[in-house]
């Protein structure tokens, strides 16, 4: 129930982005307003956590809850070449002796409502089934927002900061025109689940699993999740997968032939229910925060899956966003300078991981072939894919990479 006609903070938007905003700044005291689209609890893709978000769920007190709820361990990542040669999986705990040192598969559903139940504990009221129709920036706040109440009614409210954790329909950043698509990642991702399939077994460890097809012109994830289901997802340019012809279904199907590894993991398993279609889902925005508003997880832009980033940086910015807020409600500053105080230094993190990401869509590019020359930064990459982005070194594997993948797209060694 909606019973004010103002607040200090609303934040559009109930997902992992979303919920750690509302949460920092509800404990601080100030009336905050959490709104989402759907009803929970509801289904999402993106199951697939790094391990570094194991600090926010500590700052927040969740990391029991986590446990409690049985959400499978994940405990490194592993890929699958397009030759089908498998690389030594990258366990979290053979290079990192922290207590962070593995992540979780989640179920979206139950993971989602967990964080918008914690919201809520914290003092933000939290109403799901509510959507959003206009938002009307004014060059100093309050500002208003129109919205669609759970009965359907219009209706209108004002607060001093507004969130944008509206996901991929990032509602400030099209109305404001912040929005830059990346011309070479317009993918686009079929998924869904599937029962019976391979599970890691005799006491091997859970990962991540990556697998190129043979063409290198798509790749799958692989998450085993905790029901004994296991996520299933095919990944290529948005053209390629879904403009050649043929349904989203039958394209699955071809490239699942055209990748052995899926071929083996999926011999046995059968699919549950219909797959789903994500598309043209990576994009930036020219900045994240103005008088008033700032923008946290897909709102504010998305990389890609492949290194299951989009959960974690949701968490992160999230939580940066959060304080910067709850500490401007207290200084009486929401200037874009105190709001956006987090921005440079996370999207210096996030460069990195933009970095990797376009090298493994680099044809010529091999992760066996690029480890095998250069072990000596084994380190530095389970860093990246730890989300250990914002603190020492992050880039210093690129030094050698950069130089090492010209080499390879000029033919001068020896494919892997």
Known sequence: MIANRSY??????????GSTAACIVAEQGFS???????????EHVGESLMPEAFWIFERLGLTHEMDKIGFQKKHGVQFVSASDKETKPFIFSEHDDRESNMSWHVKRAEFDKMLYDAAFQRGATCVDNTRVLDIELKPKSPHKVTFLDEKGKERELSAKVIVDASGQSAMIANREGLKENYDDLKKAAIWGYFDNAQR?????????????????DAWFWYIPLADGTVSVGLVGDNDFLLKRGCSPQDTFDAERKNCPGIGRRLRDANQAGRLQIAKEFSYRTTKQAGNGWVLVGDAGGFIDPIYSSGVYLGLKSGFLAGEAIAEGLHKNDLSEKQLGKWTRDFETGVDWIRKLVRAFYTKEFSFGGFMKEYPQHAGNLTDLLIGKVFDGDPGA????????????????????
């Open 8 to 17: 200090d903070c609303l934040v559009i938007g109930a997902g992992p982005a």
């Open 32 to 42: 905050t307003l959490l709104l989402e689209r759907d009803q929970f609890p509801r």
């Open 200 to 216: 890691a077994g005799g006491g091997n460890p859970e990962v991540t699993c990556i697998l190129h097809t043979e063409s290198k």
């Open 397 to 416: 594997i690129f030094k050698d990479m950069d130089p090492w993948i010209e080499k390879a797209k000029n033919g001068e060694m020896a494919k892997t």
